[in-house]
Nanobody, 128 residues
């Protein structure tokens, strides 16, 4: 049974940091791209960052480049999103997702939102 369990959201002041984690079970990380999406109230879902469990390739949305860092611990089947220099516009529900695709298809999958598995969201609130 596949599960994605996201954690680490909370309330932080602008300029602060949070670390989100997504623990996966029921599949092997090596074959999947692991991604974080977010959705703010009244806005469309946005692909924030992805990492290939196979070759470690990464993707970052322009809005988070230089501030967020994604990493995996394949032995623990965990993907982490370190979020620094947070801004009020980063406020959203963050979701982790998994797609069984090679890294070359990560961007296509993000745009299409076609992922095999989704975790429950974790709320990140950044106060000004």
């Amino acid at each position: 049974d596949v599960q994605l369990q996201a954690s680490g959201g909370g309330l932080v002041q602008a300029g602060g940091s949070l670390r989100l984690s997504c623990a996966a079970s029921g599949f092997t990380f090596d074959d999947y791209a692991m991604c974080w999406f977010r959705q703010a109230p009244g806005k469309e879902r946005e692909g924030v960052s992805c990492i290939s469990g196979g070759d470690g390739s990464t993707y970052y949305a322009n809005s988070v480049k230089g501030r967020f860092a994604i990493s995996t611990d394949n032995a623990k089947n965990t993907v982490t999103l370190q979020m620094n220099s947070l801004k009020p516009e980063d406020t959203a529900v963050y979701y982790c997702a998994a797609a069984r695709i090679p890294s070359a298809f990560m961007l296509v999958a993000i745009i299409a939102g076609r992922f095999d598995y989704w975790g429950q969201g974790t709320l990140v609130t950044v106060s000004s």
